[in-house]
């Protein structure tokens, strides 16, 4: 999906282009249409390493530092994710990205009966520290990098990490871990939340607030449009929600006390690509332009690494087929280019089996394949912005940046994206939009191959991550024993003295990081917060 | 007497939150003439259930990304039939791979619409069997 609408003549001649952000490409450019959108080589790019960084943001982009490839992984017991991890730490692949399970994304121990089917199926399954304990036995927490997606308790787990690895030696200003920790695009997209708005990006603020004390090398907020998209916004819809969404953040921190300056840096983003080449190559262009001029201007952030816009620019699943599987190696191929020349930091894939479930380790080293051999064999490492200066990727650059200050001025008219999202504006706008795609795949208006054209009839069948319902019983067993043999007396004073900060607008970290090392349960933290805060509830779109 | 309209309830059962599906089909029945009811997320499916039956609605679509399609499913079955509703339609759509079909199929389930099935399909299926089940089993 999300390849744009090509208008033909009745000898298959293509008339018209439209991408999806709306913007028509025009068959030939040439200078004049630099002219026509006011391209300045010094305003609108400037060298790699400079403001406003469009083209990258080192000097020497892949030259000086490859990019950090993170797959998306999980699954089952920490016993087994352990091993995968490490199974790809042997490959090359240079940072961890943990799944975790329905179950623990949504705060809820693995016997608790909304848990029932869901353990480990999507991701790993975590009730308590030990979990953790085993899922990163031997792995250097000082020289890896790890993402942890999850959102509406990101608070927690990023406690979680920090209490496993002070229980190994670490320091805890030598670990790196980058908790998704974005909610808002939860309520967009996604939809693993718990809590109401406010008392979510309240949690946000206190993630981020006791990074800047007290783990200098974590990056709290990952901001999605990832999500958005693969929900089914546009490009240009993409960014201009993401930047609004971090911006409902950046207020958040703010009232506190703090300049964005002091925090800002530590942002990053998670971006999608799929479809269009040159959309999502102009797409990540202007966006790096409008982040660092937009910080500077809003939130008058001078210091130069604060203004980055870093991030992991991943091939999306919406671009998956479940038709012809095999096929989505060949995406995920060009997937990867687009990323690498939109000067990615972090890259990641979804896997060729991924329409289907989590892929099977074969598929996660095809997709880590594919990102080495672009760096290694492809000539990707050559030189930064190799698309910089084509008459034709300027044009669209600009006009990119037009499209998502459009897009950003209609959510801050109605009050800026928590009022937005409260309201259900962005869920409405996203669902109609997903609607009209679908409507146009159907009719065969926009073309997916072997989906609507070049159909075989007959699908191969994948090899299917296997799920085990033993591993419940197995995770069930390790938490029940865990309740029966921990200081109970000590998880109680934990839970009652998080309750009060929870209750009196105390930073919640500290007292989370306690719980967790008295081996207080995900379910139970994550209770104390439901009967404080609340819970979501979802504005209609019907 | 013109028939009333087909009252459908989309349900996204159990903790999966990617409901661009769900979502997507609620419009597209909408806009084929039906009442459509979205249960939003993260629903047990006893509340599924008390929702059909507060509707009083004719199908019952749930939507389901996550792999857990078979015990909710199952779940389902046993829940409708306890309340007497076993003459709903019920339909499953979401990633569903194709062995899983049959499967649920054997359960009772009219209609299973895993990704990429076509609006088309899934109308006509509904406008062909909502009425004729309940009629069938005497209910309405």
């Not at chain 1, 309520?187 to 990074?211: C, F, H, K, N, Q």
């Not at chain 1, 760096?375 to 200066?389: N, Y």
């Not at chain 2, 389902?76 to 049959?102: F, W």
């Amino acid at each position: 999906m999300g390849v744009a609408t090509y208008i033909k003549d009745e000898k298959d001649q293509v008339k018209e282009v439209i991408l999806q952000s709306g913007i028509k490409v025009k068959p030939v450019y040439t200078p004049k249409d630099l002219e026509e959108v006011g391209f300045s080589y010094q305003e609108d790019l400037g060298d790699p390493g400079e403001f406003p960084f469009t083209r990258a943001i080192h000097p020497l982009g892949f030259r000086s530092r490859v990019w950090t490839v993170r797959q998306y992984t999980g699954f089952g017991t920490p016993e087994q994710t352990n091993e995968r991890f490490k199974l790809m730490i042997s490959h090359g692949q240079t940072g961890l990205n943990v799944a975790f399970d329905l179950p623990t994304q949504m705060g809820y121990d693995s016997d608790h009966p909304m848990a029932e089917g869901e353990v480990g199926r999507v991701g790993m399954a975590v009730d308590s520290l030990k979990d953790f304990q085993i899922a990163f036995k031997d792995i250097r927490l000082d020289k890896i990098g790890t993402g942890l997606t999850i959102n509406a308790i990101a608070s927690v787990m990023l406690a979680m990490y920090q209490a496993m690895a002070e229980g190994y030696g670490y320091n805890k200003k030598e670990i790196s871990a980058t908790p998704q920790n974005d909610i808002l695009k939860e309520m967009v997209g996604r939809g693993a939340w718990i809590y109401p708005v406010e008392p979510s990006v309240r949690l946000i603020g206190d993630t981020i607030e006791y990074s800047v004390k007290e783990l200098p090398k974590c990056n709290p907020v990952s901001v999605c449009g990832y999500h958005i998209r693969e929900s089914g916004c546009t490009p240009a819809q993409e960014i201009a929600y993401a930047f609004l969404i971090a911006f409902a953040y950046i207020d958040e921190v703010r009232k506190r006390g703090y300049e964005a300056e002091e925090f800002v840096g530590r942002f990053t983003f998670n971006l999608n690509i799929y479809g269009n080449l040159w959309e999502n190559v102009a797409k990540f262009r202007a966006a790096r332009k409008l982040w660092a001029r937009l910080l500077r201007d809003r939130y008058n952030v001078k210091d130069k690494k604060a203004l980055f816009l870093r991030g992991i620019f991943g091939g999306g699943g919406s671009g998956m087929t479940k038709q012809q599987p095999e096929n989505n190696i060949v995406r995920g191929a060009y997937y990867a280019l687009t990323a690498a020349l939109s000067g990615a930091q972090t890259t990641a894939l979804c896997s060729f089996d991924e329409a289907y479930t989590i892929p099977t380790p074969r598929a996660a080293l095809i997709s880590l394949r594919t990102f080495q051999i672009l760096m290694e064999e492809i000539g990707l490492r050559d030189t930064v912005d190799p698309l910089g200066g084509s008459y034709f990727v300027e044009t669209l650059t600009k006009q990119m940046e037009e499209k998502i200050l459009e897009e950003m001025e209609k959510v801050e008219r109605i009050g800026g994206m928590v009022e937005a999202v409260k309201t259900g504006y962005v869920q409405k706008e996203v669902a109609k939009q997903a609607y009209e795609y679908e409507k146009k795949l159907q009719k065969g208006e926009v073309v997916k191959v072997g989906v609507n054209k070049y159909t075989e009839g007959v699908d191969m069948e994948v090899e299917l991550h296997p799920y085990d319902e033993t591993w419940a019983e197995e995770q069930i067993k390790r938490l029940k024993e865990l309740r029966a043999t921990r200081n109970n007396k000590e998880v109680q004073r934990c839970l009652k003295e998080l309750r009060v900060a929870a209750e009196t607008g105390k930073n919640v970290m500290p007292y989370l990081v306690e719980a967790c090392k008295a081996y207080a349960t995900v379910g139970e933290i994550a209770d104390v917060f439901r009967e404080v805060f609340g819970e979501h509830k979802e504005p209609s779109i019907f | 007497m013109e028939e009333r309209r087909i009252r459908v309830l989309i349900g996204k059962p159990g903790l999966d939150g990617h409901d661009r599906g769900a979502k997507v089909v609620a419009f597209a029945l909408k806009d084929a003439g039906m009442e459509v009811i979205y249960t939003g997320l993260h629903q047990r499916v006893e509340s599924i259930v008390n929702q059909a039956v507060q509707e009083d609605v004719d199908v019952i679509g749930l939507s389901i990304m996550s792999g857990a399609h078979i015990p909710i499913t199952r779940k389902l079955m046993e829940l409708l039939k306890k309340e007497g509703l076993e003459d709903r339609l019920v339909l499953v759509g979401g990633v569903i791979p194709s062995k899983d079909v049959e499967v649920l199929k054997g359960m009772g389930v009219d209609g299973v619409f895993p990704g990429g099935s076509s609006f088309d399909e899934i109308v006509s299926f509904i406008k062909e069997n909502a009425f004729r089940k309940r009629k069938m089993a005497g209910g309405y």
